[in-house]
């Protein structure tokens, strides 16, 4: 069963440095999402994506977020300036209609 | 924002019990979606109600879109120890134009089961 992927599982990184999260979506969806969650709280939206452009950001996806499509498989997640508070578990999904699929997450420690 | 109220917070049951949570809203949905997630990984999709008053099974799993579009409930029959998990309830609403919009998730229900 097709699932989406997310690389890598874990990264640590030190307060001011720059992440890259990836994810590749299930093959035939069209529409992207980032979620995270703090540890032990829900899961939240940051951004979804669809035709090459961001449809919807939250108030948490600040100027130091942003989000590519590079090529037809991978999206990713970019944090250019870390802070404490971006330690979380940050989760990518998508979908073809309405369920969205989650991938299995990667856990970001900052230092 | 919107918001939807997730009860209970946990539940301790015998194994072989049934379960049942829920969600509410002050704002309506289009979608009810329930997921489970175990420690450490993604939320994993049980069921989706796309329509109001749909009643779902998913095994002993069973939910249910309320009349009202604003909120759902999720029964688990005969539990057994691997339903141990947090079980998330999310609300989807579209996009003008009937893009899909995000989810807003409930905070989640704790179940614990005892064998």
């Known amino acids: 069963e097709p699932e989406v992927t997310q690389t890598p599982s874990h990264q640590v990184t030190q307060m001011g440095q720059e992440v890259i999260l990836r994810c590749v979506p299930i093959?035939?969806?069209?529409?992207f999402y980032w979620y995270r969650q703090i540890l032990g709280q829900k899961v939240e939206f940051l951004v979804s994506f669809y035709n090459n452009e961001i449809s919807e950001k939250s108030e948490i996806f600040d100027d130091q977020f942003s989000v590519e499509r590079p090529d037809g498989s991978n999206f990713t997640l970019k944090i250019r300036s870390t802070k404490l508070e971006d330690s979380a578990m940050y989760f990518c999904?998508?979908?073809?209609?309405?369920?969205?699929?989650f991938g299995p997450g990667t856990r970001l420690l900052v230092l | 924002g919107q918001q939807l109220n997730q009860s209970p917070q946990s539940m301790f049951i015998q194994e072989g019990e049934d379960v049942s949570m829920n969600c509410t809203s002050s704002s309506i949905f289009n979608t009810w979606l329930w997921y489970k997630q175990d420690p450490g990984e993604g939320p994993v999709l049980l069921i989706a109600?796309?329509?109001?008053?749909e009643l779902t099974s998913n095994g002993r799993l069973t939910a249910q879109f309320g009349i009202t579009r604003k909120d759902s409930f999720l029964n688990i029959s005969a539990s057994i120890p691997s339903d141990v998990g947090i079980y998330f309830c999310?609300?989807?609403?579209?996009?003008?134009?009937?893009?899909?919009?995000?989810?807003?998730f409930g905070k989640g229900t704790k179940l614990s089961v005892k064998p």
């Open positions: 109600l796309y329509k109001a008053g």
């Open positions: 999904a998508s979908s073809l209609s309405r369920p969205q699929y």
């Open positions: 999310a609300g989807l609403t579209l996009n003008y134009g009937g893009s899909q919009g995000n989810l807003i």
């Open positions: 093959s035939n969806h069209l529409y």
